[in-house]
């Protein structure tokens, strides 16, 4: 995360898409972002807004590496997707700057549903792509954001 973390660092600006549901067609939006650091360095964060339907949206993201292990940890809060809960992830880093994590979430009266995030970059951009992960295990497309670093 040392080299997507200094790569990353600064103001992003894209298109956030939202699938609601599996099969229904996107929603489209744009999305600003801000990548910088925390904890003396340590951690990565990751503050974006969007708007949906005329409403405000904002999110972040907390990243804590653990560089021996190549595992990784985060915390995200989203007005729109968490609405008041935080979602704890845990995950690795994977091939060329991208890190896969897994949350989990509760679907009463069913058993909790699994939340898929895959980080990646390269260049100047940044992608975030999500999933829903149904308890049996089926992955469905939820979130597409592709950003454009504009501090280059």
Not at 23 to 44: F, M, N, Q
Not at 81 to 106: C, N, Q, R, V, W
Request: with cysteine; hydrophobic share 35%.
């Amino acid at each position: 995360m040392e080299s997507l973390l200094s790569r990353s660092k600064g103001r992003w600006k894209g298109v956030k898409k939202l699938w609601l549901a599996p099969g229904k067609s996107c929603r489209e939006c744009d999305i600003t972002a801000r990548v910088g650091e925390s904890a003396l360095g340590r951690s990565a964060v990751i503050d974006y807004e969007w708007t949906l339907e005329g409403e405000r949206q904002q999110g972040h993201l907390m990243l804590n590496p653990d560089y021996g292990k190549g595992a990784v940890q985060a915390a995200w809060i989203d007005s729109f997707h968490m609405a008041t809960g935080i979602m704890i992830l845990k995950g690795e880093f994977t091939e060329h700057d991208t890190i896969d994590l897994i949350g989990s979430y509760p679907a009463p009266p069913g058993p909790d549903w699994r939340w898929r995030m895959i980080i990646s970059a390269s260049d100047n951009k940044l992608t975030l792509i999500n999933y829903n992960v149904s308890p049996g295990g089926d992955e469905h497309l939820a979130i597409e954001v592709s950003l454009t670093h504009l501090d280059s």
